[in-house]
């Protein structure tokens, strides 16, 4: 079946890099997505990354993706103190139907010191 | 562009009443809605898929009596938690797939209405 799994947590200081890691389960994946959840609020769609591309950058987020390994990860450069949230990594596949069902990790608590 | 709302933000109810939940797309056309819950400290979980016009799809374990949706416009869903009990007290979060923006899967999502139930 389809899973996401993710580490739970990660604490960096402010300035520094952060990296974000996401494992998934089923390699028919076609896009791999990385959302954005501040506390009491709804998710915001960082970047998404198509499943025949190796690495997507966007201003201070790099996505890669290793589809050999089914690793997805996103790091960000220059880790502000208003980075800190809790992280999503999602896919979907053709198993979804046309639907366009994601499936979610558990989410990465991001914590950054100043 | 591809904002998507929630009304309300909160709601508190008594144990027994309904309550309806309303999502949507404010500048874009939503042919596919999703409905989520969320539990503190934990990860979506994916309600029903709603398609406007047509039934929602319910994921398994989701009574489609209990949590109604009607996907009446391409614009608006709603989400009527029936004969509320403590228990539904949770996150609702919806989203809203737009055809032809992005990848195509890529869904917007609301602010989410946080129901308690007491």
């Known amino acids: 079946g389809e899973d996401v799994e993710q580490s739970l947590f990660l604490s960096v200081r402010e300035g520094d890099s952060s990296v974000i890691n996401c494992t998934y389960t089923?390699?028919?994946?076609?896009?791999l997505y990385w959302y954005k959840q501040e506390p009491g609020a709804g998710l915001q769609l960082l970047t998404y990354?198509?499943?025949?591309?190796d690495m997507k950058q966007d201003q201070r987020l790099t996505v890669l993706l290793n589809k050999k390994d089914k690793h997805l990860s996103l790091r960000i450069a220059d880790t502000q103190t208003g980075d800190s949230a809790i992280y999503f990594c999602?896919?979907?596949?053709?198993?979804?139907?046309?639907?366009?069902?994601?499936?979610f990790g558990q989410g990465t608590t991001l914590q950054v010191k100043p | 562009g591809a904002v998507v709302s929630q009304h309300p933000s909160w709601v508190i109810c008594k144990s027994g009443t309904s309550v309806k939940i309303e999502c949507r797309s404010l500048?874009?056309?939503?042919?596919?809605m999703f409905w989520y819950r969320q539990f503190p400290k934990q990860s979506l979980m994916l309600m029903a898929t709603?398609?406007?016009?047509?039934?929602?799809?319910?994921e398994q374990g989701v009574e489609k009596d209990k949590f109604l949706i009607n996907h009446a416009s391409l614009t608006l869903s709603t989400l009527t938690v029936t004969s509320a009990h403590p228990e539904d007290s949770s996150f609702y979060i919806c989203?809203?797939?737009?055809?032809?923006?992005?990848?195509?899967?890529?869904?917007?999502f609301g602010p989410g209405t946080r129901l308690t139930v007491t």
């Open positions: 500048d874009f056309q939503a042919t596919t």
């Open positions: 709603s398609n406007e016009g047509s039934k929602a799809t319910y």
């Open positions: 089923d390699s028919s994946s076609t896009y």
């Open positions: 989203s809203a797939r737009a055809s032809g923006r992005g990848s195509g899967y890529e869904q917007y």
């Open positions: 999602a896919e979907s596949t053709p198993g979804s139907g046309n639907t366009g069902k994601l499936i």
């Open positions: 990354i198509f499943s025949n591309m």
